[in-house]
């Protein structure tokens, strides 16, 4: 992760926690608070961020950065077990896009 788009993530992240800390904020029954507790990368583009809250439990949220566009920049979202199941399938479905389109880098006449 390059410099630029870690720290822009570290922003990002007190961003979320400074959002969901609002009293207020419609869900927060219990008026919890977020403080970043960890940032930990995962690849170029991806991270997990444990939020400790003042309940003393833990969230954590799934970033993920968009590199251009509309929508360039950090996004997140905090991933339910149905989530983490489907993401770790999207791998299986990833490789067969690869294997697929490495086909199209040859003649046709390619046979390998």
């Known amino acids: 992760m390059n410099k630029s788009i ?20 419609e869900g927060n029954y219990k008026g919890e ?4 507790h960890e940032i930990i990368p995962t690849s170029d583009q991806t991270a997990v961020v444990f939020f400790k809250k003042n309940t003393r439990k833990l969230g954590m949220g799934f970033f993920y950065y968009i590199n251009r566009g509309y929508s360039k920049g950090w996004k997140y979202f905090f991933p339910t077990d149905s989530h983490v199941t489907g993401m770790m ?3 299986f479905y990833k490789l067969e896009v690869e294997r697929t389109n490495y086909k199209q880098n040859f003649d046709v006449s390619h046979t390998g």
Not at 33 to 36: N, Y
């Open 89 to 91: 399938t999207t791998q």
């Open 6 to 25: 870690a720290q822009s993530l570290g922003k990002a992240a007190q961003e979320v926690a400074n959002n969901f800390s609002h009293k207020n904020r």
């Open 33 to 36: 608070t977020f403080k970043v």
